[in-house]
């Protein structure tokens, strides 16, 4: 029955050279078992590279260019971090517009480790319980979130972690949003 939750429904993740491999991997993973289709996007065509913390990982084949594609085809986002992929994503405009506009249309958003920052510059955490890798308490807490140290937050569809340690909580509360859809609370 788990294994249907997301049947019908398809998912973008939103990620960029420097991205923390496992935060996009086990999310990856955990929302194509609960019957999603996934889709990589990206700023560029061809192949994005996985880190490892500090270390190089895999490279990993994109499915559309953030040029290509429109929230409205999708019903949920994930943001994975990584320190160097979502401080690229956040200088594209496109990539943000993209981000602002799941929010637009009140659809459930997922961000981990350092992937709010992109949440930040699309500016849509003001008012809004998150919590992120510690570095980014401060640009949070400036942005207008009310920022937690906790496992896992989700505050009207928008569902955020710390660390790849908290990755089986974001990855079920992740599935969980999806399913539910649409979200009054998820506003700009």
């Known amino acids: 029955m788990a294994k249907q939750k997301l049947q019908g429904?398809?998912?973008a993740f939103l990620a960029?050279?420097?991205?923390?491999?496992?935060?996009?991997?086990?999310p990856w993973d955990?929302?194509?078992?609960?019957g999603a289709e996934v889709h990589l996007i990206s700023l560029k065509s061809g192949k994005i590279q996985g880190v490892h913390h500090d270390e190089k990982g895999d490279q990993f084949s994109v499915d559309k260019t953030i040029d290509e594609v429109s929230a409205e085809n999708y019903e949920g986002l994930v943001l994975p971090g990584g320190v160097f992929n979502p401080d690229a994503l956040r200088m594209n405009e496109t990539a943000?517009?993209?981000?602002r506009?799941?929010?637009?249309?009140?659809?459930?958003?997922?961000?981990?480790?350092?992937?709010?920052?992109?949440l930040i510059e699309a500016d849509v955490v003001e008012?809004?319980?998150?919590?992120?890798?510690?570095?980014?308490?401060?640009?949070?807490?400036?942005?207008?979130a009310e920022w937690v140290d906790e496992e896992c937050v989700c505050d009207q569809g928008l569902v955020t972690s710390r660390n790849p340690d908290d990755l089986p909580a974001f990855c079920k509360k992740a599935i969980e949003?999806?399913?539910?859809?649409k979200h009054a609370g998820q506003t700009v």
Not at 96 to 99: H, K, N, P, Y
């Open 96 to 99: 943000v517009d993209f981000v």
């Open 30 to 34: 955990a929302i194509k078992e609960a």
């Open 16 to 26: 960029t050279d420097g991205f923390e491999q496992v935060e996009l991997t086990k």
């Open 177 to 181: 949003e999806f399913a539910e859809g």
């Open 9 to 11: 429904k398809t998912i």
């Open 101 to 118: 506009d799941f929010f637009k249309q009140g659809k459930p958003v997922a961000a981990i480790c350092h992937g709010p920052w992109t």
């Open 127 to 144: 008012g809004r319980r998150v919590t992120s890798w510690p570095s980014l308490k401060t640009d949070l807490k400036n942005a207008g």
